[in-house]
């Protein structure tokens, strides 16, 4: 039961926060708008952030060398993530890296043939080019079997139509993984992925949308009109698009909060130093009880959550089948990001409602209880995994 990381993988961790504090701390003002300036968001920054991650070797990281990836594991993913969320105040940009690489790259990793794997990965691994996972619809949030977009076969290909809403990274996106209906109706057995270039006729992306938090990752929707997609970018066979999603999401709801756990380290260090600096009555205010106990609570929180989800990444690592550690950590450090962020902006008193590291914690832990399913799902998922959903009232087993 030690969670320390292993020698080369804290030595590899450390490497990447230095890294995300050099290059990454984009200072506002630098390269046009700041992402968290309102409406403002710079595409060239965001790529040239972008390139110089893939360069580290961040955005492919759980990709297999031969494909251009870094080969790494769950639980090393999870510590590049951490350390991406550390050193960098733009929790979006580490979210974007997130959802590029386990929501996107990791099907095509699991699921593709040879020939998809070599043709697509490479680039998606060095950085030249960005992807988007297309799963979302306005009718199917947490009710993601009953998808409206649908793909009929004509001779050699696929014609795609619906659409799509929050798809992080779409209006910079070169590849789409998108989820359609195949068979509707057809439950589990009835969706299937495909890789779509961003290109390709039929395949609009709308402005970007303008949100409470995570302004650093951009998000659009997707629409699908007439969309021809050659039979050979699909992902694995007919029908096995649920399994593409729900390995998918194994990897997100483990190794993206990682994120969530950098972010949360970085302005708990800094409330420790405020609270040692700030003087009321003659004395810094991190004496008084009340404020030493609830710095106490946010350590409490950010440790508790870190185990459950470095445990979640070793079962992950390991080949574990378990639905519970994942959701359990999911819940955890969702959680946690929300409440650490609010004893952040408390403790800052006036402060804290200005714009810097507690408030903007704040509104980037909001969306993490609702994506990579909503922490009520979450609940759901570890009840039927406990087996208490089903059972008739009274009854005993």
């Known amino acids: 039961m030690n969670f320390d990381l292993d020698p080369e993988t804290a030595e590899m961790r450390d490497m990447v926060l230095r890294f995300a504090r050099r290059e990454l701390a984009r200072p506002p003002g630098v390269s046009g708008a700041s992402p968290d300036a309102p409406g403002g968001f710079d595409s060239g920054d965001f790529r040239r952030r972008w390139l110089l991650a893939g ?25 590049v993530l951490e350390a991406l969320g550390e050193g960098s105040p733009d929790t979006g940009f580490a979210f974007s890296v ?29 950085g030249e080019r960005i992807a988007a996972h297309c799963v979302t619809e306005p009718e199917a949030g947490s009710d993601a079997l009953n998808l409206r977009t649908r793909a009929e076969r004509r001779d050699g290909h696929y014609v795609l139509d619906g659409e799509k809403c929050f798809t992080t990274n ?19 057995f009835g969706l299937s992925t495909f ?23 951009p998000t659009a929707d997707v629409r699908l009109d007439g969309c021809v997609v050659p039979a050979d970018r699909m992902l694995g066979v007919e029908g096995a698009g649920a399994s593409v999603f729900t390995s998918s999401m194994k990897w997100e709801r483990t190794c993206l909060f990682a994120a969530y756990l950098g972010a949360m380290r970085r302005v708990l260090d800094d409330t420790v130093r405020h609270v040692g600096e700030r003087e009321q009555f003659g004395t810094p205010i991190g004496g ?29 690592a390991d080949g574990s089948r378990d639905e519970i550690a994942p959701a359990l950590a999911k819940l955890a450090v969702s959680e946690a990001a929300v409440q650490v962020g609010l004893d952040a902006v408390q403790l ?11 408030e903007t914690l704040l509104r980037d832990a909001l969306p993490a209880r609702i994506f990579s399913g909503t922490n009520e799902i979450q609940k759901n998922n570890v009840a039927r995994a406990m087996g208490l959903t089903g059972r008739r009232p009274g009854r005993r087993r």
Not at 198 to 210: E, I, N
């Open 170 to 188: 779409a209006p910079v996106a070169d590849v789409f993984v998108v989820q359609v209906a195949t068979a509707p109706g057809g439950g589990f």
């Open 55 to 79: 360069k580290q070797g961040v955005v492919g990281a759980t990709v297999p060398g031969r494909y251009g990836g870094s080969g790494l594991d769950a639980v090393a993913a999870a510590a």
């Open 195 to 217: 890789v779509v270039d961003a290109g390709t006729p039929g395949l609009s992306v709308g402005p970007p949308y303008r949100k409470v938090g995570l302004r650093g990752s």
């Open 348 to 358: 800052r008193g006036a402060l804290g409602v200005l714009d810097g590291e507690a």
């Open 98 to 126: 997130a959802a590029h690489l386990f929501a996107s790259l990791m099907p095509i990793v699991e699921f593709g043939t040879e020939e998809q794997k070599r043709s697509w990965l490479p680039a998606l691994c060095s």
């Open 288 to 316: 008084f009880q009340a404020v030493s106990h609830r710095v106490v609570d946010m350590t409490l929180r950010l440790e508790a959550a870190r185990l459950l989800l470095y445990r979640a990444a070793r079962g992950l």
